[in-house]
Nanobody, 115 residues
């Protein structure tokens, strides 16, 4: 059974930082491109960032230069370092393979950016 478990969310002021973590199980992690996605209230789930099995990265324009995705294949984990956070970054953040598999969505982790 494939499982992605996200953690690290919370409440942060504009301009602040958070580091999200994602632990994967049930897949041969090192073979997959892994991505972060987010869903804001009353909006569809959107792509945020991805990292290939070779370590190449790609970001949504809205987070480029502020977010950094990384992976640790030995620990089956992916991280998302989020800096210079803005209120519009408020959302539930999820990880999944890329493209996303509907059977693999986890609970996500809530990120709220507010003063």
């Amino acid at each position: 059974q494939v499982q992605f478990v996200e953690s690290g969310g919370g409440l942060v002021q504009p301009g602040g930082s958070l580091r999200l973590s994602c632990a994967a199980s049930g897949i041969i992690f090192r073979l997959y491109t892994i991505a972060w996605y987010r869903q804001a209230p009353r909006k569809q789930r959107d792509f945020v960032a991805r990292i290939t099995n070779g370590g190449f990265t790609n970001y949504a324009d809205s987070v480029k230069g502020r977010f950094t995705i990384s992976r640790d294949n030995a620990k089956n984990t992916v991280h998302l370092q989020m800096n210079s956070l803005k209120p519009e970054d408020t959302a539930v953040y999820y990880c999944n393979i890329y493209p996303g598999n509907n059977d693999y969505w986890g609970q996500g982790t809530q990120v709220t950016v507010s003063s």
